[in-house]
Nanobody, 124 residues
Framework: QVQLVESGGGLVQAGGSLRLSCAASAGTVSSYAMGWFRQAPGKEREFVAVVSWSGETTYYADSVKGRFTIARDNAKNTVYLQMNSLKPEDTAVYYC?????????????????WGQGTQVTVSS
């Protein structure tokens, strides 16, 4: 079974950048759509970004569009989330998710595998 492990979270000042990585083990995600979701304290999990299996099609939440970029390197079995111009409202636990489908979904229930999450904290 595929296991996903996120890394790259941390504390950053507003306006700064972070790069999150999601490494897959015990399987390949080259044929999976991959997504990033986040959950802030006291709030529901929300969609952030998703990339199709080929890496050619991406979708972003309106709140992060133009600031975040999702990408994948299937040769390395890894998915990335480059986060620029970070805002305090981006503070959340970020989760990597994999879907046993080629095409993207913005719905968390459509995903089959989830990482444990990595904390991103953006200070004012």
């Amino acid at each position: 079974q595929v296991q996903l492990v996120e890394s790259g979270g941390g504390l950053v000042q507003a306006g700064g950048s972070l790069r999150l990585s999601c490494a897959a083990s015990a399987g390949t995600v080259s044929s999976y759509a991959m997504g990033w979701f986040r959950q802030a304290p006291g709030k529901e999990r929300e969609f952030v970004a998703v990339v199709s299996w080929s890496g050619e099609t991406t979708y972003y939440a309106d709140s992060v569009k133009g600031r975040f970029t999702i990408a994948r390197d299937n040769a390395k079995n890894t998915v990335y989330l480059q986060m620029n111009s970070l805002k305090p409202e981006d503070t959340a636990v970020y989760y990597c998710a994999g879907r046993r489908r080629l095409f993207a979904s913005k719905t968390g229930a459509d995903y089959d595998y989830w990482g444990q999450g990595t904390q991103v904290t953006v200070s004012s």
